[in-house]
Each structure stands twice: as structure tokens, then as C-alpha cells.
């Protein structure tokens, strides 16, 4: 697990994730500032490698402690933490890479802080899909972002882009890039044989049969044909709106989505304070909660732990999922 | 009630809710074809007026008979029906105006057959509002599209618009007046004395501070400072994501959307069945089921009428509460 930004609530939401789960597992190292931690008042242990991490976990916090130059406030990000920020996602990435880590969890960042340090990527996703893009994997090679929340999967062909661009960034190559990324993650990591998705259209009512523009006609459907000529069970392009109800739900393992609040609506209503960002397509296991540093209630014992919990579930059973299938 | 298109589920979701609410109320009269109806199983009995539907609703259908010049079929939807479709929203437009009925509800149409008629409005909100267009109307005038589900009231800046227009077609002016025609229907329809509105961003985290797009700088936030300045109690622009869940639907009335699927996504998983479309800012009032003419299931005893009864019931309410305002 990454700290993520030392002056959100990353520091306090980890420690308290580590209160849940020190008994039941599963067991964590955190890549980061360990006087950070101690201040939010986690007994850290430090380490110099993973390896340990495991034995120790049930007494106390164990980090991998990459000292920030200067002392982190709650709530008052700086810039002179960028650089430390970027290579505890760095080393947590090698660290998976070279079979240390099982998954990389990252705590929250904030892009802001991140620019100052030369940091080009919009988030997460994209800088671990550059950090990992040497090393080999299985099938088609994200990254892909996938949510979750409670019967959910929502997997995003664009993600943070503003609105007007996505009807440019929409091509049948990378509708039909993510699909297949999301098909082979359904089955590779979360176990279903054949899986099912939905494809949601971009305009109102799946542009009405080409009444309200013309994308799901020129670039959806054909992408959605290319997926199902290579034996994916795929539908589509489909009505945004009649897409996410709980009748819609049970007839796919994953809808896929053109843009981010289209995919970001549902998943926060259904569960706002568990949602899990799980990164597909790459040699790693990555995933995240899906909520922000929150700055405005960092240090103040408010921020939940439910997301960063949930996601270092998900994070243990896909690598556990991933490990039994290669020993198999 | 209008009858809506004669071979979409118009007829029989109609009979169903007259079987629903003869006892109760509130009653209606159907402008439409009264042999329709018949064939759905209602009891019709053909009014020349509607001053006898009261009287009449508790033992039979009461219907305006304007027939059709052919028979129609459930599910094969035919565009000789178009002109009559037509006739009967102007006809029950006219009582409204003329005040000899309260509101006026309207079933589905579908659009591709009208369009044969020359009919060129995307849908009844915007047709409707060209009707009453010479009519005197307190304040400010839309059509603004609502829709209630559950908790939830949505109002939309753009309706049926391709998504890839949507960017083009905000404007300062005209997100100010959605606001001030939904501000004012709130007060006068809903009787909220002091409404409170929030409206969404357009772009991924409502352009997370100019990072993913600039319309919230350039032009949501001005509009929100215009209608703040009027005395509106409104906020934003908010990131769409987070402004439907439970604990952030408690914190405002309505929610001011800007674009189709924003809106409909949260209604259409609150209430899959029971949302209700408003259209605000017109001399009269005007309901319809938030649904379409579902032709697939027309005529097989499938289509539900919740959504239908409960625009009946919203009418009836704005309906009255227009009546006392007036009387006071």
C-alpha cells in the first residue's frame, strides 16, 4: 500500500484500515513515511524489505519507510512532497513486479501537488500502466479502469477527460480494446468463466436509432460486433439511463462506459463510501478506494476507511485468484 | 389524459390506472379514440365535454372521443395514427388553457411516426410549450423538463440532445433560466418557500478546478452567481458523481442537470417504474409516465402503470395547489 498524499486522509484511513483488519488479514506493508503514519497514530514498524511484513502484522503497522524531506500537515498539502509521493508508487510497483507484493494498493493523490514534480499522467491508472508497460502479461494490455460497488463492475473506456472531448476519443479500436481487456480481467481475475457485459450507448436512448446522433451507429455497435466475432458475449450499444436499475444488473458482470460520470452516477449511488478502483489489463494487481485526498477533513478522525478496506479485499482475492491459476 | 401513440402500452396502462384510482381519484377524462380503449378492456363512456368525467370516473372511462381514421394494432405502431396522436395533445392543451380541466397528463408518443406527420418537436415538452406560447404565465417561461423519482427532483438544461452538442449548447443565459424556471416552480408547484438548488458540472469532478475542462469556469459558475444574485439559494457547479446519493439528495430540493443521461441515470435507478416527468414554467400543468411506448410489449398485459398513476396523482396535486394559491 502506497501512503498516497501525506496531508490527506490517506495516513488516517490506512491506520485505521489496519485496525480492521490486523487479525483477519489480509496483511499489508505500506511504501511510504512512517513518522506520518505515527502521527496518525499507528504503531509503525519499520522494514527494510516486504518480507517481513506478513509476520508482523498482527502487532503492529509495517512500513517500508521512505522519509518525506519535511514533516507533512493534515490538510495542508505541498508540492515538496511530490517527489516522495511518485516513487512510493514507483517502489510498490517493483516491488509487485518482482513478486514481493502479491497487489499494490495506492492511497488517494492529489494531481495538483503532483504537477509541480514534473508528474505528466492524470492519475493513477495511467502512470502504473507506464511503470509496468516492459513487463509481460497475459491478453490485452491495459490499463483499463474498472469500479465496483456492491453488484456493480463498471469498466470506462475514457476516464478523466473533459466531456467535449469524448465524442472525439471514441474509436471502434478502443471501445474494442477495453472490452477485451474487461472480458479477459472477468474471467482472469474475478473468476467468471464467461462473462457477460453491457456496453452503454453515448447518447440519450442509445441515440434513438441514429434520431439523436450518430456515434452508436458509426463507432459503438462496430466495436461491439468485433467483440462479438471473437466469442464475447457482448450487447449493446444500450440506453445509459435503463442501464444501472437493479432488474438491468443482474444481466451482465460488467457494464462498460464511455465516459466517466456516466460510470461514476451509479457506482456512488449504489455505494458511496465503498466503491473500489481495480486497474485492468496489466501485469500487476493494482486497485484503490474511489474517493479523493479530502484535504477538508484530513487529520480530523472523520474520514471512513470502508473504500481503502474493500479495496485491499479486492486487491488480496484477485492476487490469490491470479496465483492460483498460475500454480494450476 | 391523452391517449398517446394507440399501439404503444398507452391504452392499457390507462385502463389500469383508471381501475387503480376510479375510487380514490383524482379523476381524468381521455382524449383519444374511445374504441381503443374499449379493445384494451376499459368500460369507455363517450363525454362531449369534460365537465361530466368527475361524475362519471367512479363507474366508467370517461373519454373524448376523436377516433381514428383506422383501427390500431398493439405493438405495429402506424403513422396514419400521427395526425390524431397530434389532435388530441392540442385538444387537451386547449381544455387546459381554457380551464375546464386541471392538468393535463400525457401518454407516450413515439417519435419516428409523428415525424411522418410533420411533426417537428423533439417531444411533448417542447411541443407543448409552443402550444401554450401566447398564453399569459407567471414569471418565467420554459419548457424546463423535470423529473421526480422517489426523493429525487431532476431538472435539465438539455434534453434530447446528441451528447456532442450538449458543450455547444450551454450558455450562461440558459442554465440561468432553467434555474430561475425551476427556483420559481418549486415555490409555486411544489410549495417550497425557499428552494434549495443544486447543479451539476458538466466535466469528470465538475472540472476539477479548470484541470478537465473549463465550462464550469467559462460558464456554469457564472450562471449560478446570476441566479445567487436574484436570491436563489443555489450552489455549484457540484461533481455530478457525488450529488445522488442518499446523504447528498437531503441537502437540496432539485438538482439542476445539464445534459440527458446525468439526470436520468439517478431517476431511472431510484424509481425504474414510478418516475414522473413535469414540464415547468408553463400557464398550465403538464405530467407523463417517464417512460416510452414500449410497442415490444404493447397489447400483452405486461406494462406497468405505476409511472402513469403517479403522474396522474402529481398533476392533481400541482393542479390544486395552483387552484389555492389563485383562490388566496
Chains 1, 2 share one sequence.
Not at 463492475?153 to 472525439?168: F, G, M, N, Q, S
Request: proline share 8%.
Amino acid at each position: 500500500m502506497t501512503l498516497g498524499d501525506p496531508a490527506g486522509i490517506g495516513p488516517e484511513i490506512i491506520t485505521a484500515a489496519w485496525r480492521t483488519l490486523r487479525d483477519s488479514g489480509p496483511a499489508f506493508v505500506v511504501i511510504g513515511d512512517a513518522a506520518c503514519l505515527e502521527a496518525a497514530g499507528a504503531p509503525a514498524q519499520r522494514l527494510s524489505r516486504a518480507a517481513g511484513a506478513e509476520a508482523a502484522f498482527g502487532a503492529a503497522l509495517p512500513v517500508i519507510d521512505l522519509p518525506l524531506p519535511q514533516r507533512a500537515t493534515p490538510g495542508a498539502p505541498s508540492p515538496l512532497a511530490g517527489p516522495s509521493i511518485v516513487r512510493w508508487i514507483e517502489a510498490a510497483v517493483s516491488l509487485a513486479l518482482a513478486g514481493d507484493i502479491g497487489a499494490v494498493v495506492t492511497a488517494p493523490i492529489a494531481k495538483a501537488s503532483l504537477y509541480e514534480s514534473g508528474f505528466a499522467f492524470p492519475g493513477h491508472t495511467e502512470f502504473v500502466g507506464e511503470l509496468t508497460r516492459n513487463a509481460p502479461t497475459p491478453g490485452a494490455r491495459g490499463p483499463v479502469m474498472m469500479l465496483t460497488a456492491q453488484d456493480l463492475r463498471v469498466a470506462l473506456v475514457t476516464i478523466h477527460e473533459p466531456l467535449a472531448r469524448v465524442p472525439h476519443l471514441l474509436t471502434q479500436e478502443r471501445i474494442a480494446l477495453s472490452g477485451r481487456v474487461l472480458a479477459e480481467a472477468l474471467r482472469r481475475d474475478f473468476g467468471i468463466e464467461r462473462p457477460r457485459i453491457a456496453v452503454a450507448g453515448l447518447n440519450p436512448h442509445a441515440g434513438e436509432s441514429g434520431a439523436i446522433g450518430d456515434e452508436e451507429a458509426r463507432i459503438v455497435a462496430p466495436a461491439v460486433a468485433t467483440l462479438r466475432a471473437e466469442g464475447i458475449d457482448v450487447r449493446g450499444p444500450l440506453p445509459a439511463d435503463s442501464l444501472f436499475h437493479a432488474a438491468a444488473r443482474v444481466t451482465y458482470d460488467a457494464a462498460l462506459c464511455l465516459y466517466h460520470d456516466q460510470a461514476l452516477i451509479p457506482v456512488k449511488m449504489l455505494d458511496f463510501w465503498g466503491g473500489v478502483n481495480v486497474t485492468l489489463g496489466l501485469p500487476i494487481v493494482r486497485t484503490s478506494p474511489d474517493h479523493g485526498t479530502a484535504f477538508d477533513i484530513a487529520g480530523k478522525g472523520l474520514a471512513r476507511p470502508d473504500s481503502l478496506i474493500a479495496a485491499l479485499r479486492l486487491a488480496a482475492e484477485i492476487a490469490e485468484r491470479r496465483r492460483a491459476t498460475a500454480l494450476a
